[in-house]
């Protein structure tokens, strides 16, 4: 039963930074780590992640400004969110792929204008 914990959520204005942490236990092999956020009265989306090998994917909406990588000896992913707009506002989800997908408990930002 793997499980991850998230971290690093919280409030900032715009313009401001997070760093968002997630490290999974109970895994074997990852292969890919990421992302999804879901704003109030939204669908969940796909903000990035990043296969074994470091092949990374974002959505256009936060090209350029968020950047995620990987801790393959420590089954971690971070996403480092730069340029934050009120429009970023909603839970992340951490999540990772091996045979199936896990899911985080979720952290909250909100980022006012």
């Known amino acids: 039963q793997a499980q991850l914990v998230e971290s690093g959520g919280g409030l900032v204005q715009a313009g401001g930074s997070l760093r968002l942490s997630c490290t999974a236990s109970g895994t074997g092999r990852i292969n890919t780590m990421g992302w999804y956020r879901q704003a109030p009265g939204k669908q969940r989306e796909l903000v990035a992640n990043i296969g074994s090998g470091g092949i990374t994917n974002y959505a256009d909406s936060v090209k350029g400004r968020f950047a995620i990588s990987r801790d393959n000896a420590k089954n971690a992913a971070f996403l480092q969110m730069n340029s934050l707009k009120p429009d970023d506002t909603a839970v992340y989800y951490c999540?990772?792929?091996?045979?199936?997908?896990?899911w985080g408990q979720g952290t909250q930002v909100t980022v006012s204008s």
């Open positions: 999540y990772i792929i091996n045979f199936r997908t896990w």
